[in-house]
T-cell receptor
Framework: EAQVTQNPRYLITVTGKKLTVTCSQN?????MSWYRQDPGLGLRQIYY???????DKGDVPEGYKVSRKEKRNFPLILESPSPNQTSLYFC????????????FGPGTRLTVL | AQTVTQSQPEMSVQEAETVTLSCTYD???????LFWYKQPPSRQMILVIR??????QNATENRFSVNFQKAAKSFSLKISDSQLGDAAMYFC????????????FGKGTKLTVNP
C-alpha cells in the first residue's frame, strides 16, 4: 500500500530533551515536506526537501532540523524542544512538480511540557 | 507571498442538503494549482479535489465540485447531498510554483452535518 508513515503518533516530552519524529514514504517521491498545524493557523511549512541531500527552510524553521540521507526518509529533529513547539506535525510527499498532489502522513501529536 | 483566506470558521448543513465553503487567495503567479483537503476527526489529511488555474472548466469529483473564478481569485467548494461522513475540517490550499513548492493553507472551515 502506497503510504507515508510517521512515528511516533503521540509524544509527550519535557523541555530540552532532544527528540526525532521519523517520516518514511514508499512511493519513490522526490519531494518531502514537514508542516505543523496549530488551532486557528492552518498548516505551515517547516522544512522541505526536493531530493536526497537537498533540504531548505520553510516558513517556520526555527528550532527544527531535518536530514535527507535516503530518498524514502525525512526525519524531523527537535534538538531542544520548547513548549511553543507543542503542535500537530504532518509529513508529506509528492513527485516533484507543483501540479502534483501531496500525500500526508497520519500526523504526530507532540506535547512539550 | 501567496495567501489563502477561508472566511467561514464554521458551517453546518442538513444531511442530503448542499453546502458551499468559501475560499479566496492572493497570488501574482499565472499558473498554479488549488486544492481542497478534508481532515476528519482521525486527523488524516485527505485530498478532496484539485483545480489547475489554466483550466476554465470547474473540477468535479462525485458529490464535490468547485466554483473557480480566476479573475476574482475565488475557489469555493460545493458539497451536494451532504452525508454524515462529510463532517470534518476543510482546508483550501494553494501550491506554489517553483521555490519550495509548498502548500499554502487557509485556516480551515469546520463543517457539521446534522441528521
Amino acid at each position: 500500500e502506497a503510504q507515508v508513515t510517521q512515528n511516533p503518533r503521540y509524544l509527550i516530552t519535557v523541555t530540552g530533551k532532544k527528540l526525532t519524529v521519523t517520516c518514511s514514504q514508499n512511493m519513490n517521491h522526490e519531494y518531502m515536506s514537514w508542516y505543523r498545524q496549530d488551532p486557528g493557523l492552518g498548516l505551515r511549512q517547516i522544512y522541505y526537501s526536493m531530493n536526497v541531500e537537498v533540504t531548505d527552510k520553510g516558513d517556520v524553521p526555527e528550532g527544527y532540523k531535518v536530514s535527507r540521507k535516503e530518498k524514502r526518509n525525512f526525519p524531523l529533529i527537535l534538538e531542544s524542544p520548547s513548549p511553543n513547539q507543542t503542535s500537530l506535525y504532518f509529513c508529506a510527499s509528492s513527485p516533484q512538480g507543483y501540479y502534483n498532489e501531496q500525500f500526508f502522513g497520519p500526523g504526530t501529536r507532540l506535547t512539550v511540557l | 507571498a501567496q495567501t489563502v483566506t477561508q472566511s467561514q470558521p464554521e458551517m453546518s448543513v442538513q444531511e442530503a442538503e448542499t453546502v458551499t465553503l468559501s475560499c479566496t487567495y492572493d497570488t501574482s503567479e499565472s499558473d498554479y494549482y488549488l486544492f481542497w483537503y478534508k481532515q476528519p476527526p482521525s486527523r488524516q489529511m485527505i485530498l478532496v479535489i484539485r483545480q489547475e488555474a489554466y483550466k476554465q472548466q470547474n473540477a468535479t469529483e462525485n458529490r464535490f465540485s468547485v466554483n473557480f473564478q480566476k479573475a476574482a481569485k475565488s475557489f469555493s467548494l460545493k458539497i451536494s447531498d451532504s452525508q454524515l461522513g462529510d463532517a470534518a475540517m476543510y482546508f483550501c490550499a494553494y501550491r506554489t510554483q517553483g521555490g519550495s513548492e509548498k502548500l499554502v493553507f487557509g485556516k480551515g472551515t469546520k463543517l457539521t452535518v446534522n441528521p
